[in-house]
Structure formats: structure tokens, C-alpha cells
């Protein structure tokens, strides 16, 4: 019906590219990289127009075309001419296909509106839209009548060639892929990717970004760091934006899209564009080593896993999920895999591959009911899962995901603690605010030293002779420390006092989960992680636990997750079965409820919870978990139910802060009803996140939704008016 050239904005770093465009008659806006020769090429993204929302902005050329499901095309125009000719066609589609497919049972006046709405540009500013909204619902299924829902609930994978894994740890950052066909004839020939081209001692890198006084990207890893450094040298490093741990900052925060981290110089940038920007870097150098490797590979033969900590709550794996769609990575290409449930994958196929030269020791603990726990020790979080192995070979989580903040980094901070104790505050301070660069090696020194100190050994840190000679060591530290040229050093029993602040934490936790109903059958303890290769954490855990469990200590732990990633993203459902962390409700007042029929826009007065999900319940990937009816008056057009938790093992009738989270919305958005009408509202959890199908019960129309947990609320629209 109408195609053509206009930009789009494929990406953090990318910005807006050409792209061709098709307009179709039966109402899908399809794109592709080049206009394509064939006619029955198949598109690189398409959205559905029936039900969606068209935004335009200020600057007379651009506009936005989001799908319900939050799927957006951010384009431009050569000129506003041209763009008021792509959004009336887009316009009249969206009417006439409204029309034909709800006329008689709901309103079809069409309804445009005008709303103030954002958009992320690149440096982090803001951008005014003016909103051309329509009533809106979504992608996937909104025209057909449907007996069975399950089908919305199944996560179908695209057609892909290879899979790209991208580990994102807090201290250090991998990526790895393989081709399907490599995996078909062995599934552990993974090409891992080199992420620096000097000084490694391993094959990840440090998760460090530097942005210039721009906020624009310039460098991640080791080159950012060593960067960095220079500009610490040159005492420019204030103007920079340089961002070293801050996954952390995601650890059980209240997150929101405009959520703003601070770097090392206290400047604030939005967290989102922070983590896009490291994915997009990391994607990248897979995309390019990949296209050496596959001739004419396209972008989208790749499908991406991203690795989050098990321990992550729902907004934060969100968070994860749009700050790759903001690298570039659609939700259709990407699976969000948990550590340790990766690493439990990759350590079953390497027991696998040993078991064909005779090796039979480590497949036992994956043998058919066999239990068993995965400790995954990363820089930030211990993040702990125990699995069954089920008859078919895939895994089935028996206990919900636990874990706490005593990773790696938690001994590091100990360390300068101590260093700063010993030094002194204003000795440290003025080495920090005068010698930044000197400041920055002291604590690249402490990371470095760190994972390579034995139990019985002292800690040896490099400092400047500056610094050496303004340190007077206290009395309480003599014994335990000394300085000499160049270096200080903790003694043994300082180091061993220092990891037991740590050790001694996971321990006392991995007891208590051994201890319960859930686990008394677990035969196998996984340790995977980098800090697992650590001196006092595997003693440790072979003191506590070696006479009654198999404790295993992969070659290389750190690399565990990563390869399961990878073999993860190839496998059709890995894991079949989680245990929900907490109990998931609704937040309504007890006028809108009515045995499980629930009444839209009566929720005045103290709000109670309505149960969604258990604490501890057994949730299967695609099985529906709960449903509700949902009673809509009439001239609605969306459904928003507030979606709250608790930890409490028996949660509180009555919702307040002190006991409950709000964790965001159930968001329907649907035709205008012409009558009061009744929806069944069923809901399903699908890897990660979960599904939600709002089914009209006069019409048998489905209409699919999502849980929305970045966005708390949905705003109502502020004014009326028509293009």
C-alpha cells in the first residue's frame, strides 16, 4: 500500500540508520534492512497497526509506532510532508481494519489524543512527543476468537544460526557464541571472544564504561580503565563519565526507566542508557566476529541470552530486557538466563562429554531425580538455586533462588576498609582528591591481588612512595601489617579475618537451605563463579560440607555460566519449573472483589491483597498460574490492576508498606466497550516474566496484556482533540 526510506534509531551507540519500509493492507508496518528484491521476503521486524499507537514530535519529522506489547519503531522523515503522509495512511489502516474487526460490540468512533510522552535520546536528554493515540490493545492476538488460550502463553524462539551469550557480571563482563550446527555435532564447542586485545589473564573483561562530557560511548573494559588512568594523569577525569560496579545499583532498588546512577565522580547518568551501553559494545564485537566466521549474516540470525542473578526481583529482569532492546536486541532474539541455572547446564554437558572416555564420577549428580544446589559466586551476589533433574533431562527448581551481597566485591571493600583504618582518612582522602590516578591502580591492585591470595599467604599491595611515607601504621595493626619499599602487607590472619566476613555469611545461609524439607535429598553441591576459585571459599565448603555432599569445583568457574548461556539460548525449554520468591497479589479494595470477580474503578479506601501466587509455589513455564474475572464499565478501554508482594511466609490481609512492594501493573489495553462487559483474565508465567490474556466473554476475543513492572502506573490521558 506504501514503502519507502526512512531512519530509524536501531540502537544506543548506532543512533537512526535508512531502513525500507512496507506499509501492508492488512494493516503490519514491516521493515528491512534494504529494499527488498524478492516479494516474499521475510521482514526484520514488523508491528501490527490494528490497536497501536502513533506519536509525532515536536521537530516535525519524527514520530514513534509502539504495538501494546511495547514494541517501537522510532523514525524519521525526510520532512514533515513526508511524515504526515506515513502517519494518515498508518491512520486510515488502523481505522478501517477497528472497524471491520469490532464493530457491533464495541465503539468504533475513532479517538485521538494528546498526551506529553519521553524519549531517550543518545546524550541522555529528553524529548517532548505529542501523542496520536487511538484505542489500543496488541500484537498477537486480538482479532480472532480463541477456545484455547495456551497458545498466547508459548514463547516461540525465531528461526536463528547461531547463539550469543553476553555474561554481565558486576566485576567482569564475557560473551561467547556457536553456530547450531556446531552445537548439533558438539555442544561444547563454544568460541569464547577475547574482549581485550592486552594484558589478559582471562577472557573477560572489566565491567568499566567510560562516556565522554558528551555522554557519548567511548570505550568498556580494561581500555576504559586504563583511559581513564590517563585522564587522571592529565586531571581531565572529572569531565568524563566513568561507571565501574554499578550492576550492584540494581541489587533490591526501586527501579523506574528514568532511574539515574552515579559514577565514580558523582555524576549522574540514567542507569538504563548505562547498561544499553555496555551490551551494545559487547554485541557488537560477537556480531563482528560472527560475520567473519558466517558469510551474509544478518543481525537477526543471532538470538542473544543475557545472564541475570537468579536473586534479581521482577523489575530488575525487566530493566535487563529493555536496556538490550535499547542495544539493539529485541525481545524476540533474547533470552534472559539465570546464573546459576546456566552454570547447572553447562556442568551437566561437560559430565556428559567426559562420561565418552569412561569419566562417570560428575554425571551422577544428573542422573534422573537426582538433586542437587548451585552456588554461583560472582563479584557482587551469592546466588543460590537447588534443581531435579527431571526424567526427560531438563531441570526443575525445587527451592526458590536465594542468595545475599557477599560477593567478591564485598571483600574488596573490607580491604580498603582496612587500608583506609591503617592509612588513615585524610591521608586517603587527599590521595583520592590529589593523586586520583594513583587512587585508581591502589584499587585495581586490591582486585588483582585478591583472587590470587591463598589461605596461609598475606596480601602484598604496590603503592607510591609518596604514600608509603606518609603511612603510620597504628598500634592495633602492627602485628597484622607492615609496609616496606614500595608495598604494605596484611598479614594471613588479617586476610583469614577478612574472608570470614564473607565466608562465614554464605556458609551459615547454604546450611540453613540444606536444612530444609525441600533439600534433604540434594547429593551435590555446584560451585561456580570467579570467587569460587577462591583459597578460603573452597576450603570452606569442603571442611563444612565435603563428608556428606559431592562438592565439584569446575576447571574454570568463572566461565561456567557463560558457556551455559550459550546452551541455554540453543535449547527449545531448559528449565521447566521455578519456585515463586514470594506472594504475588492485587491490590484492591474489598468493594471491587467479589469471590474471583474483580470490578474496574471501584478501588477507593485501604487496599487488600488478593492472591495471584504463592510463596513457594511450583510455577511451570506456560501453565497458567491464576484467573480472575475482571468486570469493565462502559466506554472502557484499558484494564490496570497494581501488582504487589511480600515476603511474609503468611501475607498480611491488609496492603502497607512496611510488609508489601508494589511491583508494578497488570496493563490490558482494549477496544472502547460499548456495554459493561465481563473478562476472564488468565495469567502465565513464560522463563522470566509473565503472560497475561484478558478474554472478552461476550465476543470470545483475546486480547493479550503484560505485566508491567518498570512502569507503576498507567497515566490517564490529559487532553482530547483530533489531527
Request: charged share 30%; proline share 2%.
Amino acid at each position: 500500500m506504501m514503502e519507502g526510506n526512512l531512519k530509524m534509531k536501531v540502537s544506543l551507540i548506532k543512533g537512526y540508520r535508512d531502513q525500507w519500509f512496507v506499509l501492508t493492507e492488512d494493516g503490519f508496518l514491516k521493515r528491512f534492512s534494504e529494499k527488498p528484491i524478492k516479494e516474499n521476503k521475510k521482514p526484520r521486524d514488523q508491528i501490527m497497526l490494528l490497536l497501536s499507537d502513533i506519536s509525532v514530535k515536536k521537530d516535525l519529522v519524527s514520530f514513534r509506532v509502539t504495538s501494546a506489547n511495547n514494541n517501537v519503531f522510532r523514525l524519521r522523515a525526510a520532512n514533515i510532508a513526508e511524515r504526515g503522509k506515513w502517519v494518515r495512511t498508518m491512520t486510515d489502516i488502523k481505522t478501517k481494519l477497528y472497524n471491520r474487526m469490532f464493530t457491533g460490540f464495541y465503539n468504533t468512533k475513532e479517538r485521538v489524543q494528546i498526551n506529553a510522552d519521553e524519549e531517550n535520546n543518545g546524550n541522555g536528554s529528553d524529548c517532548v512527543f505529542t501523542q496520536v493515540q487511538e484505542t489500543v490493545s496488541e500484537d498477537h492476538g486480538i482479532v480472532a476468537t480463541e477456545t484455547d488460550i495456551t497458545s498466547f502463553f508459548k514463547t516461540a524462539k525465531k528461526p536463528f544460526i547461531a547463539v550469543a551469550a553476553i555474561d554481565f557480571g558486576t566485576t567482569f563482563s564475557g560473551c561467547a557464541f556457536s553456530t547450531v550446527q556446531d552445537f548439533v555435532t558438539n555442544p561444547l564447542k563454544i568460541t569464547t571472544i577475547e574482549l581485550d586485545d592486552e594484558n589478559v589473564v582471562s577472557y573477560k573483561t572489566p565491567t568499566v564504561l567510560l562516556l565522554d562530557p558528551e555522554g557519548r560511548f567511548h570505550s568498556f573494559g580494561s581500555k576504559a580503565a586504563d583511559h581513564y588512568v590517563n585522564l587522571a594523569e592529565k586531571e581531565e577525569a572529572c569531565k568524563w563519565y566513568f561507571f565501574d560496579r554499578f550492576k550492584m545499583q540494581l541489587y533490591k532498588k526501586e527501579l523506574t526507566h528514568n532511574m539515574e546512577i552515579e559514577e565514580m565522580g558523582g555524576k549522574k547518568m540514567k542507569a538504563m542508557f548505562v547498561f544499553a551501553f555496555c551490551i551494545e559494545y559487547i554485541k557488537d564485537m560477537v556480531l563482528d566476529r560472527l560475520s567473519k566466521a558466517i558469510d551474509s549474516l544478518d543481525e537477526d540470525d543471532v538470538h542473544w541470552v543475557v545472564t541475570v542473578p537468579a536473586i534479581w526481583n521482577d523489575p530488575a529482569r525487566q530493566f535487563m530486557i529493555e536496556a538490550s532492546a535499547k542495544a539493539g536486541i529485541g525481545k524476540d532474539n533474547l533470552t534472559l538466563a539465570l546464573e546459576p541455572e546456566g552454570a547447572a547446564i553447562c556442568c551437566k554437558y561437560i559430565a556428559m562429554d567426559k562420561m565418552k572416555s569412561g569419566d562417570e564420577t560428575e554425571l551422577k549428580a544428573f542422573d534422573e531425580n537426582s538433586r542437587f544446589m548451585v552456588v554461583d559466586l560472582g563479584g557482587g551476589t551469592i546466588d543460590i538455586t537447588v534443581s531435579e533433574v527431571l526424567p526427560t533431562g531438563q531441570l526443575r527448581e525445587i527451592y526458590n533462588a536465594t542468595g545475599g551481597p557477599w560477593g567478591g566485591n564485598y571483600i574488596n571493600d573490607q580491604i580498603i576498609k582496612t587500608l583506609i583504618e591503617v592509612i588513615g582518612w585524610s591521608v586517603m582522602r587527599m590521595l583520592k582528591s590529589d593523586d586520583f590516578d594513583d587512587y585508581l591502580q591502589l584499587l585495581r591492585n586490591v582486585e588483582e591481588k585478591k583472587r590470587s591470595v591463598k589461605y596461609d599467604s598475606e596480601l602484598s599491595l604496590t603503592i607510591t612512595k609518596d604514600l608509603q611515607k606518609k603511612i603510620e601504621i597504628p598500634d592495633t595493626y602492627k602485628k597484622d601489617v607492615r609496609k616496606e619499599k614500595k608495598r604494605i602487607k596484611l598479614s594471613s590472619s588479617l586476610m583469614k579475618k577478612i574472608f570470614s566476613s564473607s565466608v562465614d555469611s554464605m556458609m551459615k545461609h547454604v546450611d540453613r537451605l540444606l536444612e530444609k524439607d525441600e533439600t534433604t535429598l540434594v547429593s551435590t553441591i555446584l560451585l561456580v563463579g570467579g570467587y569460587a576459585a577462591c583459597d578460603f571459599v573452597q576450603r570452606a565448603f569442603r571442611e563444612k560440607f565435603e563428608e556428606k555432599y559431592r562438592i565439584i569445583f569446575p576447571l574454570k568457574p568463572d566461565m561456567i555460566v557463560l558457556i551455559g548461556a550459550v546452551i541455554t539460548g540453543h535449547l527449545v525449554e531448559a528449565i521447566v519449573g521455578r519456585m515463586a520468591k514470594y506472594h504475588y497479589g492485587l491490590g484492591l479494595s474489598t468493594e471491587a472483589v467479589s469471590g474471583r470477580v474483580l470490578s474496574i474503578g471501584k478501588s477507593n479506601g485501604e487496599k487488600k491483597f488478593f492472591s495471584l501466587i504463592k510463596k513457594g509455589q511450583t510455577i511451570n513455564v506456560g501453565d497458567v498460574v491464576t484467573e480472575y474475572k475482571v468486570v469493565l464499565t462502559a466506554t472502557s478501554q484499558w484494564a490496570n490492576l497494581e501488582v504487589y508482594t511480600t515476603e511474609e511466609d503468611e501475607p498480611k490481609t491488609v496492603i502497607d508498606e512496611n510488609h508489601f512492594t508494589k511491583v508494578g501493573c497488570i496493563n490490558v489495553k482494549l477496544p472502547q466497550f460499548k456495554q459493561e462487559s465481563t473478562l476472564a483474565l488468565t495469567i502465565s508465567y513464560a522463563e522470566t516474566e509473565f503472560k497475561v490474556v484478558a478474554t472478552d466473554e461476550s465476543t470470545g476475543c483475546c486480547f493479550v496484556g503484560n505485566c508491567q513492572f518498570l512502569e507503576k502506573e498507567i497515566k490517564p490521558t490529559l487532553t482530547s482533540t483530533r489531527i
